[in-house]
């Protein structure tokens, strides 16, 4: 049997996977759930006073700073333990993480309906006004909570760079997620006037978002049936 890992890890599709997860992580944060967080993400940040744009700027900086230096650990944690578990279960690991796609496609989908796990409401506002260290503080604490619509996405790039079994690729997977993230959030908190207009793309989203649960639906079908293709 081909070996799936080889074609994200040493063939040319490394950059697919990458522009992939900086669009996962844009997707995620212009989704319906997240852009109903975005006010609420702003105001932590900037402590619900009257900011310079300047200011707001570098706050939501810091915030994707410390959201980027979750998911940078989480990737290498990916790509190790990937590696172990790969050699040691071979076939196996490759059905656990085809699994956690399907669930996790399915979740897109709406086909099947669970909570994840979010605590950002229970976040204290920024009451000493901290330029730094409380953004990049918050931005860990998001990271770590996930988002309801977040999250299906981000377990999705996650599996794929526990596949691929590389590092840096790993790494820079899901630094572009966190990046892609971000980038919404930067756009909301400098045009706040704007923040409407994006919730009106949340429209188009729930079709992007039902349309990337397809796909992490096919995925894990591919697998499956890498898997026991040669028992037939």
Avoid: H
């Avoid at 599709?13 to 992939?20: D, E, K, N, Q, S």
């Avoid at 590696?83 to 993480?97: E, H, K, S």
């Avoid at 590092?167 to 899901?174: G, V």
Wanted: glycine share 10%; hydrophobic share 55%.
């Amino acid at each position: 049997m081909d070996n799936f890992a080889e074609i994200f890890s040493t063939g040319g599709a490394w950059y697919v996977m990458l522009i992939i997860s900086f669009l996962g992580g844009i997707l995620a944060s212009i989704s319906p759930c997240s852009l109903a967080m975005l006010p609420l993400i702003i105001g932590y940040v900037g402590g619900y006073s009257k900011e310079t744009p300047y200011r707001t700027f570098l706050q939501l900086c810091c915030f994707i700073l410390g959201t980027a230096i979750v998911f940078t650990i989480i990737g290498t944690i990916c790509a190790i333990t990937g590696n172990v578990f790969a050699n040691a279960m071979g076939g196996y690991f490759t059905l656990i993480v085809a699994s956690l796609l399907l669930v996790m496609g399915l979740k897109l989908l709406e086909i099947l309906d669970f909570e994840t796990p979010t605590i950002i409401k229970s976040m204290p506002v920024n009451s000493t006004n901290s330029i730094f260290l409380y953004p990049i503080l918050l931005g860990i604490t998001f990271a770590l909570a996930g988002t309801p619509c977040s999250t299906p996405i981000l377990a999705g790039i996650m599996a794929f760079a526990a596949i691929g079994k590389n590092t840096l690729l790993a790494i820079l997977m899901l630094f572009l997620f966190a990046l892609g993230q971000g980038v919404i959030l930067i756009l909301a908190g400098l045009f706040t006037s704007g923040l409407k207009n994006l919730k009106s793309l949340s429209k188009f989203t729930d079709g992007l978002i039902r349309f990337s649960g397809l796909l992490l639906v096919l995925v894990a079908l591919f697998l499956y049936w890498k898997v026991f293709s040669p028992l037939f």
